[in-house]
């Protein structure tokens, strides 16, 4: 979820709405947190307790096992009601397992094993693996964007062949551009690149009755692309860093980042052109481009002038990394260099090659190189911490049985149903809850119930989890649903009755889509999901 500035950005009824919830979060997420630690023990949690302390040669206090799961219910309940109503800053939420677990003295079982989540052992989820990959990704993304390397890229597929000839071209180039650079590049970022583009042609085009519409679908298909984008590597989204580190982590799946584009890639080649065809249905225009929009694109193409030394070394640098990304797989059939190069994956060629920027000089003499660390600015170091909470809280939920009661609360409430029954139902949830929330938030959150859940059906985990994680980038219905839609929802050519008519049908599209597309793909033909 992004939150809209209230600055001549959404009307005052709307700002007074935010407040509200903000101040009801404020008070209500501590609230939940007492009343949790307060009540008395639920049955389901003793039970556990018992199961574990069984199962375990250690000698394990039910008393202990059971009160860390009424500190971690409590503590996902505190972030998950801050997260919603944004009660205090995102990343700040993230920051209290690293107090609370410690502070409770929370105890967890691991392989058998007492294991105390103390501040060691807690705080090691801030500097997570993934974490180190997304900082790299943000640093190789920021380079591209301080040399306008991304800029380049786009108006290069907008000047191809005659695409500035037809505007339903143009829509689709400019959504491909889009939904292209944010798998490499942070979603908000590419929006923000595409804007002007997108409000520079829709300048040129002509004063008709059908303008006002191809307008909401130019600048929605910006957002909707970009969205949609994020989910063709793992770098593209949080969500999907979060997924995979917790797959590894529990050991249902390892993925490496070639096998996540394996299908992200061709979710994301389908995906953009269903999106294309939702918002010519909602918004039928008729428009008509003269030689000016032509001409704009020519102009904006031509006065990037020739590639400069600092987009050279950083178009080197990004397409080292993604060379080394795809094949780090195949690495280990090199004779006598497989074992050796086994510890370089995608974590460690991602750092490498950012901190090759900062050492690649554009100028020497002036000791200006492609990165200097004021180029930090580009790292989203809120996502980071978000990262960190949402790990941390996630291992705490496992360790404690806390994600195996829920699981099993789930399973009493509504029974086995068919698997591919259980994704549809899982994927519309995430789709709506990340319409309020954010998608960070909301995969660290359902990933380990997802987990659990499918081992208490039986079921195939990474079969729920990865059409979950996707489902938490389809959030198009409201401005406040994601960072893209904020900001087209910010150019006043779009209303929320807009976003509202093109989202919900795009959700609807999504939902099917995500549900067919790992049925009849992922799981038939790549065979990395059961059903």
Do not use: F, M
């Given at each position: 979820m992004a939150r809209v500035s209230a600055e001549g950005r959404i009307s005052e009824h709307e700002a007074s709405w935010e407040r509200a919830r903000s101040r009801i979060g404020f008070f209500a997420g501590p609230l939940l947190f007492l009343l949790v630690l307060l009540l008395p023990t639920p049955e389901a949690f003793l039970?556990?307790?018992?199961a574990q302390a069984a199962a375990s040669p250690a000698g394990l206090e039910i008393a202990s096992l059971a009160f860390g799961m009424k500190v971690t219910l409590?503590?996902?309940l505190l972030m998950v009601t801050w997260w919603?109503?944004?009660?205090?800053p995102l990343p700040v939420t993230a920051l209290l397992p690293g107090i609370f677990l410690p502070l409770f003295q929370v105890i967890g079982v691991q392989e058998g094993q007492p294991v105390e989540l103390n501040s060691r052992a807690v705080l090691a989820h801030y500097a997570h693996p993934v974490i180190f990959l997304f900082l790299s990704g943000f640093l190789i993304a920021g380079a591209m964007q301080k040399w306008g390397l991304d800029r380049r890229i786009a108006l290069w597929i907008l000047?191809?062949?005659n695409i500035a000839a037809?505007?339903?071209k143009v829509l689709l180039s400019l959504m491909g551009a889009s939904a292209f650079i944010s798998m490499w590049v942070s979603n908000t970022a590419t929006t923000a690149m595409m804007l002007p583009i997108g409000l520079g042609i829709l300048s040129?085009?002509?004063?008709?009755r059908a303008s006002p519409n191809y307008a909401r679908a130019l600048l929605l298909g910006i957002a909707y692309a970009a969205s949609i984008g994020g989910v063709g590597t793992i770098i593209g989204t949080p969500p999907n860093g979060i997924a995979v580190s917790i797959l590894r982590q529990q050991n249902v799946a390892r993925l490496d980042f070639l096998e996540w584009m394996t299908f992200g890639l061709p979710f994301v080649l389908l995906a953009v052109p269903l999106a294309w065809v939702v918002l010519r249905v909602t918004f039928p225009f008729d428009v008509t481009f003269d030689a000016g929009v032509r001409a704009l694109l020519r102009e904006e193409r031509a006065a990037l002038g020739p590639l400069g030394r600092g987009e050279k070394l950083t178009l080197v640098g990004f397409l080292l990394a993604v060379v080394l990304w795809t094949t780090n797989p195949f690495w280990s059939f090199l004779p006598g260099l497989g074992r050796r190069l086994a510890w370089f994956d995608e974590h460690l060629v991602a750092l490498s090659v950012a901190i090759l920027l900062f050492l690649l000089p554009v100028d020497w003499?002036?000791?200006q190189f492609v990165l200097r660390w004021e180029d930090s600015r580009y790292v989203d170091w809120g996502t980071l911490l978000l990262f960190g909470g949402g790990l941390a809280l996630s291992d705490a939920m496992f360790k404690t049985g806390l994600a195996r009661v829920l699981a099993s609360a789930f399973v009493a409430l509504f029974g086995k149903p068919n698997p591919l029954l259980l994704v549809f139902m899982v994927v519309i949830f995430m789709e709506l809850l990340t319409e309020v929330t954010s998608n960070t938030a909301v995969t660290a959150m359902m990933v380990p119930i997802l987990i659990s859940m499918a081992s208490g059906l039986g079921a195939d985990a990474a079969s729920l989890v990865l059409p979950a994680t996707i489902a938490a980038s389809m959030a198009f219905m409201l401005p406040v649903a994601t960072p893209p839609n904020a900001l087209v929802y910010a150019t006043r050519r779009v209303t929320i009755a807009d976003m509202l008519r093109a989202g919900v049908f795009l959700d609807l599209v999504a939902w099917l889509y995500i549900v067919a597309f790992f049925y009849?793909?992922?799981a038939s033909v790549l065979g990395l999901v059961r059903f």
């Open positions: 039970r556990e307790a018992e409590a503590l996902l919603v109503t944004e009660a205090v000047t191809r062949g037809s505007p339903g040129r085009v002509s004063d008709t003499k002036r000791r009849g793909y992922v």
